[in-house]
């Protein structure tokens, strides 16, 4: 069974670093084709890519955020990782990632799982 | 404000049908395959529709999406009230170099 699962802080201060880990179950990122994404939805609005990394783990970045988002893959734990540098409060949202499976990889933008959410507030 | 424009809301009777509209550039929708993706309150999204009009399995074929140019659609047949939901475009941009989504659609079954 596939699931995706993210934790981590649910609350943070300005200035400081998010680290949110995803961790995967029921598949693995090496299998060719593969690709976690990480994505974000700020209260009452639409989402936002942030950034994939694929089963060569090598990671890809949405533009405007390319400087303070790090994705890395932690195999022993089969685990993702989001990095998110400098918070601020216009970074509170609900932060999903989400699989985009070897069948659908010629999009990048069609993920078939997705974990259940984590809430991050950025306040003082 | 979104590069890809959704109509902020839709509604419609059960049983009816509705389309809601996704409109982009060639860039985007002009150049890539668009996905439709359906948010119950609370819940993450769902993928309904990829490669702008195939289904994955377990999505009803009341479900439909379809591409000409720059703008998407997806249709619902057959309306039904466990279809309100929140409904999302998404696209890959040439330009921008990242996936796009639309503002969402906020489906109201009457």
């Known amino acids: 069974q596939v699931t995706l699962k993210e934790s981590g802080p649910t609350l943070v201060k300005p200035t400081q670093t998010l680290a949110l880990t995803c961790t995967l179950s029921g598949f693995s990122l090496s299998t060719i084709g593969t690709r976690v994404a990480w994505l974000r939805q700020s209260p009452g609005k639409s989402l936002e890519w942030l950034a994939h990394?694929?089963?060569?783990?090598?990671?890809f970045y949405t533009a405007s955020l390319k400087t303070r988002v790090t994705v890395s893959h932690d195999t022993s734990k089969n685990q993702v990782v989001l990095t998110m540098t400098n918070m601020d409060p216009v970074d509170t949202a609900t932060y999903y990632c989400?699989?985009?499976?070897?069948?659908?990889?010629?999009?990048?933008?069609?993920?078939?799982?997705w974990g259940q959410g984590i809430l991050v507030t950025v306040s003082s | 404000q979104s590069v890809l424009t959704q109509p902020p809301s839709a509604s419609g009777t059960p049983g009816q049908r509705v389309t809601i509209s996704c409109s982009g550039s060639r860039s985007n929708i002009g150049n890539n395959p668009v996905t439709w993706y359906q948010q119950l309150p609370g819940t993450a999204p769902k993928l309904l529709i990829y490669f702008s009009d195939q289904r994955p399995s377990g999505v009803p074929d009341r479900f439909s999406g379809s591409k000409s140019g720059t703008s998407a659609s997806l249709a619902i047949s057959g309306l039904q009230s466990e279809d309100e939901a929140d409904y999302f475009c998404a696209t890959w941009d040439d330009s921008l170099k990242t996936v796009l989504f639309g503002g969402a659609t906020k489906l109201t079954v009457l």
């Open positions: 990394i694929d089963w060569g783990y090598d990671s």
């Open positions: 989400a699989r985009n499976p070897p069948v659908y990889s010629r999009t990048w933008t069609s993920f078939d799982y």
